[in-house]
């Protein structure tokens, strides 16, 4: 699949483009649409990373169906173009408590889109796996937590 250049390229917009985005008089209204928008996505990673983790664990019955669907999801959630989510100026530094983002986001380099990539790169291993067995599904588990993990410990505010 080619999950992994969407997000990654999204991101590397947003480290580039728009620093003029915010400036009109719109800019508060703006800037909170897209935070919300980017923590409804990681709402949804979460959703349906949940019926994976749980099915994984054995608190959630394996079922092939939900599980090819709660991996698919999953994928194309992380191959979405989020360009429009990350404008700069939307890290905590500028709107407070209203967003975890933190600056580094900004001023990272292409480390920020390894991370992107990474989650799209194990969410698709995970959307070929998740539908042909339990075992399939737990061997592609741990990529997928790793990718979200390694991205929050550097990137997000920890709470
Ligand atoms: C490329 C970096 C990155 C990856 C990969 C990533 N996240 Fe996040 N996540 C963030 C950032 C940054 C925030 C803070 C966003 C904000 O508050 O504006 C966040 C916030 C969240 C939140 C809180 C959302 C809210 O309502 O405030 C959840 C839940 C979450 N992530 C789950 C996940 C899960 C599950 C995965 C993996 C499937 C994942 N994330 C992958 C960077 C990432």
Redesign the pocket.
């Known amino acids: 699949m080619k999950t992994g250049i969407t997000?990654a390229t999204g991101?590397a917009f947003a480290a580039t483009l728009g620093t003029a985005a915010l400036s009109d008089g719109h800019a508060d209204k703006a800037a909170l649409a897209a935070?919300k928008a980017?923590?409804?996505t990681?709402?949804l990673?979460?959703f349906?990373?949940?019926i994976l983790g749980g099915m994984a664990k054995g608190a959630i019955e394996y079922n092939a169906d939900a599980a090819s669907a709660a991996a698919t999801n999953?994928a194309s959630l992380?191959s979405m173009n989020q360009m429009a989510m990350w404008p700069p100026g939307?890290d905590?530094g500028a709107l407070g408590d209203?967003?975890?983002?933190?600056p580094a986001?900004w001023n990272d380099g292409g480390k920020?889109?390894e991370?992107?990539m990474?989650?799209a790169t194990a969410?698709a291993a995970m959307a070929e796996a998740a539908g042909g067995g339990l075992d399939g599904l737990r061997g592609a588990i741990g990529a997928?937590?790793k990718?979200?993990?390694?991205?929050?410990d550097?990137?997000?505010?920890p709470k």
């Open positions: 997000l991101l935070v980017r923590q409804a990681m709402q990673y979460a349906n990373l949940g999953l992380s939307t905590n209203a967003t975890a983002a933190l986001i920020v889109m991370a992107g990474s989650l969410s997928v937590g990718s979200c993990g390694g991205c929050h550097t990137y997000r505010k």
